[in-house]
DNA sequence: TAGATTGTTAATCGATTAACAATC
DNA sequence: TAGATTGTTAATCGATTAACAATC
């Protein structure tokens, strides 16, 4: 049993998270960490070692309960509560996360959707009319929002960004292609999708056929 | 100068290409590992590592010349190519995908967009009309694709994504929430949009403030 | 009990950082 | 030339894997 969690352990919870679901969902409700292993295309030491940074609650001789691993995971991720999100950006992006349905099945709501041009405020987006971004400091001050979706022209993002992060909130999901600089309290995820493509690129270009 | 590349040197390789499209447009012709790391948040050590991997063309006492640099790494990265794109699902993502202007403007080109759903079918997205899925094999024997956009539900995902390696794609791009089990030839790229919030909810829940 | 499997410590592997001679 | 900065080797740090006693 440790405390401290680290980065590569974090960027694999979700993942755990996921599987976890699925076996729970396929009616499975014990799993050892070989098996788990075996499915996630992890060595069954690196579960374990995972699993130990929060906690062990396995059991010798028979491994893992799987509602409560993916509980306890839920948990320490924070996905057992509900977040309420703003989209700054009604463009392709912003508007494909707004009526995205598995964000709120995982309880990360659109309480609102922001956009500057003219021609795109009023316009309806599932239940929402676009906002005017004039109109967001008002509705921050008035609504609890737990994180921005930032779904903007790099011109912009940053400032905004700043912006927003005055106004209280300190969740930032950021589809711009730059990296946020905010005070450190704020908690940044950068989505590069551009990146990703290069990336794909790159793995056709040297994979061996 | 080295051959082989590590993936942690893969995924940092866009954000220098980034980078250095910025200080090409900013007019900045010359930059040394120590300006560049400033500018990246790496030490210059690891900008000089990274770069050392791919061929030493840097000059003592100088720096690296800032379009030089940009160029080689597009050029591995392989952007300096147009790719062919389809994308599978004419949901909320697929549309998204196929309307940014981003992709293009960097070489991935929309083709063609496909669904099973009589709903979509025939509705059109940017220039293009959704395709029948049924006819996907039929597009792909008679055009040049290179890779296949998955914006489709868990539950058709693998197996269209095998059927569509079975056709000669080889570059998988892949939206649904779950890991793709390929041949080794092929490339994948996994966008975990999901996983992404769930790890801001993580860091949101545990930054100190 | 015997077999399975954990939690945890030790060993290995890989990635990052530091150091510095070479040289523009 | 003197100063700056590279390419590269060595040192450090962190993450993964292996091993195994504890125990269900």
Redesign the interface.
């Known amino acids: 049993m440790a405390g401290y969690?680290s980065e590569a352990v974090?960027?694999r919870?979700?993942?755990y998270?996921?599987h976890l679901k699925e076996l729970e969902a396929e009616g499975v409700t014990q799993i050892s960490s070989k098996g788990l292993g075996e499915r996630m295309?992890f060595t069954a030491s690196q579960v374990r070692q995972d699993i130990n940074c929060f906690g062990g609650f396995g059991r010798q001789g028979y491994g893992y309960s799987v509602s409560e691993l993916r509980e306890h995971i839920g948990h320490?991720?924070?996905?057992d509560?509900r977040?309420r999100m703003i989209i700054l950006g009604a463009g392709?992006?912003g508007?494909?996360v707004a009526?995205?349905d598995?964000?709120p099945q995982?309880g990360?709501v659109t309480a609102a959707i922001f956009d500057s041009d003219p021609h795109k405020i009023g316009m309806q987006v599932d239940a929402m009319a676009v906002q005017d971004i004039a109109e967001l400091k008002r509705y921050v001050e008035e609504n609890a929002v737990?994180?921005a979706v930032l779904a903007l022209p790099v011109s912009c993002a940053q400032q905004l960004a700043h912006e927003v992060y005055d106004y209280g909130i300190?969740?930032?999901?950021n589809f711009a292609?730059?990296?946020l600089k905010l005070p450190?309290?704020?908690?940044?995820?950068n989505?590069?999708?551009?990146?990703?493509?290069?990336?794909?690129?790159?793995?056709?270009?040297?994979?061996?056929?």
């Open positions: 969690i974090i960027k919870l979700p993942a998270y996921r295309d320490i991720m924070g996905v509560e977040h392709n992006i508007r494909a009526l995205a598995s964000f995982n990360f737990d994180i300190r969740g930032f999901w292609p730059l990296d450190k309290d704020a908690a940044v995820v989505v590069h999708l551009d990146e990703g493509l290069e990336v794909l690129s790159f793995r056709m270009k040297h994979s061996q056929p």
